[in-house]
């Protein structure tokens, strides 16, 4: 099994920066891609960013041009560092992990707020 282990979250005024980590232990040979979604207001949990294990990456339109998400191979960590941040990017962001088999990980959430 994969584990995930998540840190980087905390509070901002508007236009600063944040960075996320996430660290990724166990099975990681069967990662295919990693990212970050956000908790959101509706039902289902929002895509933010993600990386495959080749570099693709792909962002939900409020974040591209405001967040990077990169990875750590030797490592085994994702990164996404959010620049710009705005009010409306506060909530609780969740490392995931997609593995080659469909299965989706899901790290405990780290709290991003950002004051006004």
């Known amino acids: 099994q994969v584990q995930l282990m998540e840190s980087g979250g905390g509070l901002v005024q508007a236009g600063g920066s944040l960075r996320l980590s996430c660290a990724a232990s166990?099975?990681?040979?069967?990662?295919?891609?990693m990212g970050w979604w956000r908790e959101g207001s509706g039902p289902q949990r929002e895509l933010v960013a993600t990386?495959?294990?080749?570099?693709?990456?792909n962002y939900e339109d409020s974040a591209k041009g405001r967040f990077t998400i990169s990875r750590d191979s030797a490592n085994n960590a994702v990164f996404l560092q959010m620049e710009s941040l705005r009010p409306e990017d506060t909530d609780v962001y969740y490392c995931?992990?997609?593995?080659?088999?469909?299965?989706?990980?899901w790290g405990q959430g780290t709290q991003v707020t950002v004051s006004a």
């Open positions: 990386i495959t294990i080749g570099g693709r990456t």
């Open positions: 995931i992990a997609e593995t080659i088999l469909g299965q989706r990980v």
């Open positions: 166990g099975s990681i040979n069967s990662i295919s891609a």
